[in-house]
């Protein structure tokens, strides 16, 4: 689901929760999106066998009449005024009573009980762990929503406190494991080959040792555990927010269960079908177009950052050309020679790309000055500052993994993405692709191309969906989008807005990973608007947002 509106989760690409100084020698989830995301939630393949549109949910329903139980919530109370509780679901739902799983839930109850109209069911994007940030996300949704709804958030089965994906006993054993592969991505004939020998190992690893559960971690069965935690709460209509990657989930809940949508706004939104069918049989990521996204708006950062002073942007040469070959040169510095920022070892050419936090419009100020430490360092004199270089992740908006007793690794990402998307099955096409993204997206684009490179080995799910998109809702869908969104792209947002049955389409006209995470006061009365009475903005509405970057400081 950044620092300065945290999400009621985080999410990889796809969060609203700025990301944080990384602290030396902990490792950056490899499969980043975001999101950029995919996430959210920023995805996809080599040559794959894929369902043919509806398949997965027919063989799912219509392969049994008998509806699986509703779960029974035994509420308890947890984390001072919130309530915890664990539901029971089908691991396969085409075996609707047989074995089953855990889905951890949490929830606020409404603070205007008088006025009370049901639950909403958030996401945060991610794909990614969502009670650890719960109860500090609460608190920055909006007012009226907390007073009208009571606010529910579960982790996803395969995540957190859910039955969980599990490769390794620790995180820090898991990050020994992957200590082989480079971080980020991989440069050069060495780096690639380490790269894919350790990912092999990793893949191997977990198909041993998670068994069945593999086989059923994908959005649509996600989809299926939300209406059972909606029956279970007792709302006849699903009311939803998702970010990113939760605005997958929210398509494809529409689609398998249309009658049963009330109010949904979905934000930051991800292509439905370029990343559930792939294009061009490339890895997922670049079949959403994140790579082009990031490349789109970082040409945008070096020019603003260019047109303004240092005061405002550190890294500023002076003109958005000169600030440009200042970036080139850095590169070029950094990939001969990796450079110490603050406690951030090694950060070489792979962190000079993936460190500039281009989700968060109020955090492009702190991605500038970390280029700068990086120049300076790269010069051979000292950094005049201690901060680290922060994660960049696209799951979700560029924030980091929750701090959390809670295991976390990166094959919960990977178990979701690499079900729900095509990727190659041959890692020998990641470097094709990787090239490709280069000559259309430049250094940005091998994030993307190399994110999902451990789904070539990744068991493959039984139950993705593909579509259709376009089943008619009960009520009509809100999406919004800024239309220079470097992890879901405004193209990929306009795409959704045509494949639902009944979807209308805010835009805010700036940058950023999800209007949530990158404030328009304008967009979040049109949003708080339409959660609590199903009113939608006038057709073709566009929002300005509240900030603008590299913005010069007022003086005292």
Known sequence: MQRDRASTADHSDHRPR????????????????????????????????TSQPGDAATRATASTSVAPPTPELDWKTCDGDFQCATARVPLDYRDPRGETINVAVERHRATDTAHRIGSLFVNGGGPS?????????????????????????????????????????????????????PIGFPVGAKETSAWIRTWTGFDARCAKLNGSLLHHIGTADVARDMDLLRQAVGDPKLNYMGLSYGTILGATYANLFPAEVGHMALDGVLDPVAYTNGKDRLPTFLSTGNDQASAAVFKDFLDLCGKASTTACAFSAGTPAATHAKYDTLLRRLRRHPVTVGDTQNCGYA???????????????????????????????PAASSASVPKRQARESGADAPSTAVYTGQEQFLAMVCSDSPNPRDPSAYMSAARLAYARSGPMGLGPAWSTEPCAGWPQGEDRYTGPWNKRTANPVLLLNNS?????????????????????????????????????????????????????????????????????????
């Open 129 to 181: 762990v969502q009670l650890a940030g719960f109860t500090a996300g609460y608190e920055q949704l909006p007012a009226a929503w907390r007073a009208r709804y009571d606010i529910v958030g579960f982790d996803l089965r395969g995540f957190g406190s859910s039955t969980a994906v599990r490769c390794f006993p620790t995180t820090e054993a898991e990050d020994e494991f992957l200590s082989g592969a």
């Open 484 to 556: 220079k969104d470097p992890a879901t792209s405004y193209k990929g947002a306009v795409a959704m807005s045509h494949d639902l049955a009944r979807a209308r389409l805010l835009t805010v006209d700036g940058y950023g990973h999800t209007v949530f995470s990158n404030p328009s006061a304008c967009a979040m009365e049109y949003e708080t608007r339409y959660l609590l009475t199903g009113a939608l903005p006038p057709a073709g509405t566009v929002c300005e947002p509240d900030a603008t970057p590299f913005a010069e400081a007022s003086a005292p």
């Open 351 to 381: 962190c000079g790309v993936l460190s500039i936090p281009l989700g968060s419009v109020s955090q492009w100020a702190l991605g500038a000055d970390l280029l700068q430490q990086m120049w300076v360092a790269s010069s051979g004199a």
């Open 18 to 49: 700025s990301a944080r100084p990384r602290a030396a020698g902990t490792r950056s989830p490899r499969p980043t999106t975001a999101i950029w995301a995919l996430g959210l939630l920023a995805v996809v393949s080599l040559s794959v066998a």
